[in-house]
């Protein structure tokens, strides 16, 4: 085949196809064809599943919202659902393309809900409160051994005895605007 027939040929078979933005393997591989062991099909599957379940988990906690969206999404793309369509098993080494895409389906509807719900009120933890409490705590407890001459048990200065302080060295003027 000549160069010339070769280009031509090349600009026929990208004239024929559509812009394609991304990589999709649902329209790129032939899944009919792919063969593998039953173990380790269901062994994709299994944790591809418990990802999933971890991922729904998290979403309705409000928790990594944006990363099970984007695996989800991956997910239906991917070509790993074909995958599990054109080779089902029952049994032992279950594989069913429609528990993922269930699962699937929950988590982008769980997550467009956070982002939704996530506008209207921000929903925090118990946990993750009391974590930043207990942080917050630290910090004012180390801040409290740098400062000098405090009155407060802790090291924590005492605003009104300073502002009192303030006023007694500097006759006439207007009282501190700390609260």
């Not at 695996?71 to 049994?91: D, H, T, Y």
């Not at 605003?159 to 500097?170: G, I, L, Q, S, V």
Request: charged residues 30%; aromatic residues 6%.
């Amino acid at each position: 085949m000549s160069i010339s027939n070769l280009s031509c040929l090349l600009r026929r078979s990208n004239a024929a196809k559509p812009a394609i933005n991304s990589f999709d393997a649902n329209d790129k591989i032939d899944f009919r064809s792919v063969e593998t062991e039953p173990v380790n099909l269901h062994w994709i599957w299994s944790e591809t599943v418990r990802r999933l379940e971890d991922l729904l988990r998290r979403a309705r906690e409000g928790k990594h919202v944006q990363e099970a969206s984007e695996f989800a999404r991956w997910l239906r793309m991917s070509g790993l659902i074909k995958l599990f369509q054109f080779n089902p098993a029952q049994g032992h080494l279950t594989v069913d393309c429609k528990v993922v895409e269930k699962l699937i389906g929950d988590i982008l509807s769980e997550c467009e809900d956070q982002w939704r719900s996530r506008n209207a009120d921000a929903k925090y933890a118990a946990s993750d409160i009391a974590e930043i409490s207990r942080k917050l705590d630290i910090i004012a407890a180390q801040v409290a051994k740098f400062s000098p001459g405090s009155s407060l048990p802790g090291g924590m200065p005492d605003r009104e005895a300073h502002d009192t302080a303030e006023a007694a060295t500097a006759p006439g003027r207007a009282r501190s605007p700390y609260p």
